[in-house]
Each structure stands twice: as C-alpha cells, then as structure tokens.
C-alpha cells in the first residue's frame, strides 16, 4: 500500500462520508435531541458497521454476505422502524414544553445511540459491494498485509469517524442555538419529518 493510494483513498471515504444520508441524519438528530455525546455514539456506530463491511471486503466474503442476504433484509427493516420510531418521538415531543437543555445521557442511552447507528449502516447489504468495488480501485486486495489492512481499519474510523461526529459536534452547537433564538420546535419538527421519511426510504428501497 503506497502513501499516494492511501492519501487518496482517504480523500475519497471523507468526501464519502459527508454527503446527505440517512447515517448523518440519524447522527444530527441524535446529537440535536439529546445532546452530542449522543450523536457521537450514534456516529461510532456507523463506523462499526462500515469496518465490518470494509473486513468482509477485505476477505473477498462478498459472497457470504450475499447469501446472508436474508439476515441483512431483517437489520434493514428493524434501522427502518427505529428512524420512524425516533421520528414520531421528536414528533410528539413537540407537544411538551421544551427544555432549556437536553436530558442527561446514561450510559445505557450512548450504548443504545450507538447500536442505533451500527443497525442503520449494516442493514445497508449495497454497502459491502459498495466497498467491495471501491476498494480494488485503489488497493491490490490480493497484495494486503496484516499492517495494510491495520492501515485500511485506521483510514476507515478516520475518514469516516471523523465526519461523523463533525457533524454530531454542528449539530449540537446548531442546537443550542436554535434554543437560544426560540428555533428548537421548527428544527423538531423538521428533523422529525425526515426521519419517519428516512426510515420510508428505506423500507422501500431494493
């Protein structure tokens, strides 16, 4: 693995990681509602799921997953409801009266923001052949040592870790503004009709 294939695999998984979908919503959503200590487990989570992918990539078991297909239909459907679930609850918070800031976390809540974040992105099976692609375009996969795939693990949690919880930290900065300047039911709502539409999404897509 040459330092110019890792620079720009690296390049390529940030600029991957920052686009629109349903992993960053779900991370701004958390760290927006319930703080970011939150929406930075829910970030970890998707970064578990994108090393198992990447790992599978790795040991050429794409066709496991495939045949696995069944158990990933079932992650999709249970991320799918969770996003509805998550979204009639910001929803229906509505209807209280707002807090100045948000709950306190346990421990148990960041455990289950994090595994919130590992369903969403393991019940995404595209996501291994996604990688499975992506990857020889800049590795030899049949020429990696054990340090290049250390290297990949580290590439992965860097990039896409990274922006992750740079936007679990926006969002809740962006939060604590907007109960600052009386925009937090607006931003509520709004968070909470792309959620429940997110997880539409995803109950519908092949």
């Given at each position: ?7 720009a ?27 970011v ?18 790992l599978l990539a ?6 496991l997953?495939e045949?696995?297909?069944a158990?990933?239909?079932?992650l ?6 969770y ?17 100045v ?34 990857l020889?375009?800049f590795?030899d ?26 936007y ?11 109960r ?8 509520k709502?709004?968070?909470g009709?792309?959620m ?6 995803l109950?519908?897509?092949?």
């Amino acid at each position: 693995m040459t330092f110019a294939s890792v620079l720009a695999l690296f390049g390529v998984m940030i600029a991957l990681a920052a686009l629109p979908s349903s992993s960053v919503l779900l991370v701004v959503a958390q760290s927006g509602s319930k703080g970011v200590r939150s929406g930075v487990a829910a970030a970890l989570g998707v970064v578990a799921g994108d090393l198992v992918f990447v790992l599978l990539a790795v040991l050429g078991m794409t066709a496991l997953a495939e045949q696995m297909g069944a158990v990933f239909a079932v992650l999709k459907y249970l991320a799918a409801g969770y996003l509805i679930w998550f979204g009639i609850g910001l929803l229906r918070s509505l209807r209280e009266t707002a807090a100045v800031v948000p709950p306190p976390v346990r421990a148990r809540g960041l455990v289950a923001s994090f595994g919130s974040g590992l369903l969403l992105t393991l019940g995404d099976l595209k996501a291994i052949f996604f990688y499975a692609s992506l990857l020889p375009a800049f590795l030899d996969l049949t020429a990696l040592t054990a340090a290049d795939v250390w290297i990949l693990v580290a590439i992965t949690v860097l990039a896409v870790g990274g922006v992750k919880v740079a936007y679990a930290l926006g969002a809740g900065r962006a939060s604590g503004l907007a109960r600052r300047f009386a925009l937090e039911r607006p931003l509520k709502g709004a968070s909470g009709g792309l959620m429940i539409g997110a997880g539409a999404y995803l109950l519908v897509r092949d």
